[in-house]
């Protein structure tokens, strides 16, 4: 199993997942919204924002969510946890939109993230995009558009995503939890 992808592949992995959703959602077929979940999601849809409007895909709302309060896990967040703000731009309803995260494992953040989405409206579709499909799904959730395939990846190990707008690199780490 591959460990280690520096930026050039993780920039090529962006760009791969950017051209797969235009082939789905060229220009023509009018308004996309692109709603990345808080942190990295949020980052890796700015990023393919950027891509899709550089090759004409102009009527394209932007949208940060932030899923804390609608996780099955809050209990064991702590008895404060950081709730940021959700903003998206443009009314989604009847308006396809693609969420973007950084990793898929078990399913439980997007599960979550479509339950945020939902207070905010009903899209005419909603697509995933991930940069890392690790395999071990809890949920039936599937992505529709994937940088990288590792579902190989030890039940005991992480897949970390660092991108330099929130890490001062572009990289995906795949190693083993630190156990306390």
Aim: net charge neutral; no cysteine.
């Amino acid at each position: 199993m591959r460990t280690h992808y520096d930026a050039a592949a993780v920039g090529r992995m962006i760009d791969a997942l950017a051209a797969d959703i235009l082939r789905t959602w060229p220009a023509e077929r009018g308004p996309l919204t692109v709603v990345g979940i808080r942190t990295r999601g949020e980052v890796l849809a700015e990023r393919l924002t950027k891509l899709l409007r550089e090759r004409g895909h102009r009527e394209i709302a932007r949208g940060v969510l932030d899923i804390t309060l609608h996780r099955d896990d809050l209990s064991e967040i702590g008895p404060r946890p950081m709730v940021r703000p959700t903003h998206i731009e443009s009314d989604i309803n009847g308006k396809p939109l693609i969420l973007v995260d950084d990793v898929l494992f078990t399913g439980r953040t997007v599960r979550a993230a479509l339950d945020a989405l939902a207070d905010f409206g009903r899209p005419s579709a909603i697509r995933l995009a991930v940069l890392v499909d690790r395999g071990g799904r809890e949920l039936p959730i599937q992505p529709d558009f994937v940088g990288l395939i590792q579902r190989d990846v030890p039940l005991t190990h992480r897949v970390k995503v660092k991108l330099v707008e929130r890490d001062d690199s572009d990289e995906i780490v795949i190693d083993a939890r630190i156990s306390m």
